[in-house]
């Protein structure tokens, strides 16, 4: 097992529709995929957390009480993921990662 899958923690919600409830965002991505993109990437294990949390659509604040760090801190990781992957926002980091994926897929199919 590499550090990547002894440190990351993965929360699955259920889905009832009938209930309301809603799967998180990193739900469309597979738990093996998550830590493919995120070495990919050239993620550590705690910024590819904020990255799933960002698919969570969750606010700042969220952020830091579930990673149990400040939102300064939940802050400077989102600045710092910008910089390193060369974007500006919360979406375009969403379409970056889904773009990778997409890759990743693509790539597997034509094994």
């Not at 990193?26 to 799933?52: D, F, H, N, Y």
């Not at 993921?81 to 979406?91: A, F, G």
Request: hydrophobic share 45%.
């Amino acid at each position: 097992m590499d550090t990547y899958q002894s440190t990351i923690q993965f929360r699955i919600v259920a889905s009832d529709p009938d209930a309301g409830s809603v799967w998180p965002g990193r739900a469309l991505i597979p738990v093996e995929t998550w830590l493919c993109l995120g070495q990919k990437l050239g993620l550590s294990a705690r910024e590819l957390q904020i990255v799933q949390h960002v698919f969570d659509d969750q606010k700042l604040e969220n952020i830091a009480v579930e990673l149990r760090i400040s939102s300064h801190t939940v802050s400077t990781y989102l600045q710092r993921l910008y910089l390193k992957l060369h974007v500006t926002s919360r979406p375009q980091l969403i379409l970056l990662v889904m773009a990778e994926y997409l890759n990743l897929l693509g790539s597997l199919s034509r094994v």
